[in-house]
């Protein structure tokens, strides 16, 4: 079918407007993140100015002090939260998927009567509401004296990143075909020595794809931490929502932190786009 | 299969860290919510009290208050980028725009930024002396406020901030049902002489309707649990105008410390929740 020139002008306004919304608070938060305070809270705003790193020296080098932040936290703060972060995270993560996979593949291949309940009551743990989740581990871990600690974390991530992990995998596995394992044991393989040499190299793709997706979902998780954290494990979403007090907002150190936490997801979740629908739709669409 | 036992060993690992960390802690909340439970007296100890707080909640206008901003939320943020994301989506299926693939990578950004971050980034673009928003608004004549914080537009400001979020999500996912439709149908419409409304209408959105399903539901499941950015945010204000039924159950919790009837609204989201969620998995499985 042929389109006249000028739908096509008015589809690439029409694109250009809706992408330059989306875009513009990811550029303002960059810039805003390389002014120095001067520069940071003006009107009219500065579009050009001279970039400045000390923004980002102040979130991350423990001691830093600078002479042109007035209002500043201790430096550095944030590097206990990164590490907090990124424990938490990876340790939810590996071991959703490393459990995961098995049953994955299970659902894949085995037929039995109730396999779809199985497989929706699995799922239905990660529609649980945040809200429902966290009254009673808040109750059980201030009671088990685990309130505030990696171990509680990990656990309550790996509640929602399971079933997510189980029926993203679910998908990959369906995808290959049985003919392959079935020569394998015809070989000699047994199941389990099928799944490890044949099947996983297949679908190491989208077991890495499982991986990066359930890292987005913790990492960028809020609310659960914002109340199950506390000294000791915060995150680093809980602790960039610190840069607000009741003093004021300091706009420059705010914004570093806020590139930081978003550019690593940025970039694995373009890394993997191919999957990212499929991930984020627990492998309904592929 | 005569290897069955040992794939039903596979199962058995998840099946039981599931059961454990999400069975007990359920049954747990559903016990508290029947006890006067309050988070200032240190021990278990509390007095069973049945369906009071089941009762209290119903006659309690601060929770038709979050009902109805959680309703009006769902329904606007879920609806408007619904709109646009079929829109745009449909703009970037089309033949011409094939060449231009990269475009969605710009889609990806919004989606999987922090809402923390998101939250943070719009409220200080929306900060009333400085903040960029109120500047630009005023370059074309329009009203600066402080939109998050003033009365009549705070509930409207966060929902914007929610379909800006979402919206893009709603985008790649219906892109990728429309590059999944069978070309056929579609160009046996045009060659019978049908517009393209016409056939949107009545060959792509049937066809996609089991896909249009699965995004609805898993945004109206995640629009009526919302309550992260509120934090950073609005904090549920001004007064109680933009305090839906999760941050209103997260205040009754941990700021009025009343536990007992936290996890009673906790309940009723639950409910609300595993109806949405049985609709939704039932459309996840289904073969087209």
Known sequence: ?286 | MKDKPVLIGFLLPTVAVLAAISIYPTVYLICTSLTSRSMASATALAEFIGGHHYLDLLTDPYTFNALKVSGVFTLLTVGISFAIGMGVAYLLSQDFMQRYRFIRIFFIVPMVMAPVVIGLTWRIMLWPDFGIINYLLGIVGLPQKGWLAEANTALYTVIFIDIWEWTPFVILVLLAGFQSLPKDPIEAAYVDGATSWQVFRHVSLPLLKPIILVVLLLRLIQAFQWADTIVVMTNGGPGILTQTVSFYTYQLAFVSFDVGRASAMAVIILIVTILLSTALVRSLRRKE
């Open chain 1, 1 to 286: 079918m042929k389109i006249s020139r000028g739908k096509k002008v008015l589809t690439w306004v029409f694109l250009i407007i809706v992408i330059v919304i989306f875009l513009f608070p990811l550029y303002y938060n960059l810039s805003t993140s390389l002014k120095n305070e001067q520069d940071v809270a003006t009107s009219p705003p500065k579009w050009i100015f001279k970039p400045t790193l000390v923004n980002y020296k102040q979130v991350l080098i423990p001691g830093f002090v600078s002479k042109k932040l007035t209002m500043a936290l201790s430096g550095g703060h944030l590097l206990n939260n990164l590490k907090n972060s990124l424990i938490i995270c990876f340790s939810s993560v590996l071991l959703s998927v490393s459990i995961g996979m098995f049953a994955a593949y299970s659902l894949a291949r085995l037929s039995f009567s109730h396999k779809e309940d199985l497989a929706f009551w699995i799922i239905s743990i990660k529609m649980m509401p945040p809200i429902a989740a966290i009254i009673p581990f808040f109750l059980l871990s201030k009671y088990l004296r685990v309130y505030d600690s990696y171990r509680l974390m990990i656990i309550i991530y790996t509640t929602f990143n399971l079933p997510l992990a189980v029926w993203i995998m679910r998908g990959f596995f369906e995808d290959i075909p049985v003919a392959i394992e079935e020569s394998a044991m015809v070989d000699g393989c047994s199941r389990t020595q099928a799944f490890f040499r044949v099947i996983l190299p297949l679908v190491a793709p989208g077991l890495v794809a499982t991986v990066i997706i359930c890292l987005i979902f913790s990492w960028n998780e809020f609310f659960m931490a914002f109340i199950l954290t506390g000294r000791h494990s915060q995150t680093l979403s809980v602790a960039v929502s610190a840069f607000i007090t009741p003093w004021g907002i300091q706009w420059g150190p705010l914004a570093a932190a806020n590139s930081l936490i978003i550019a690593p997801i940025i970039i694995i979740a373009i890394a993997i786009q191919k999957y990212l629908v499929r991930g984020l739709t627990f492998g309904a669409i592929k």
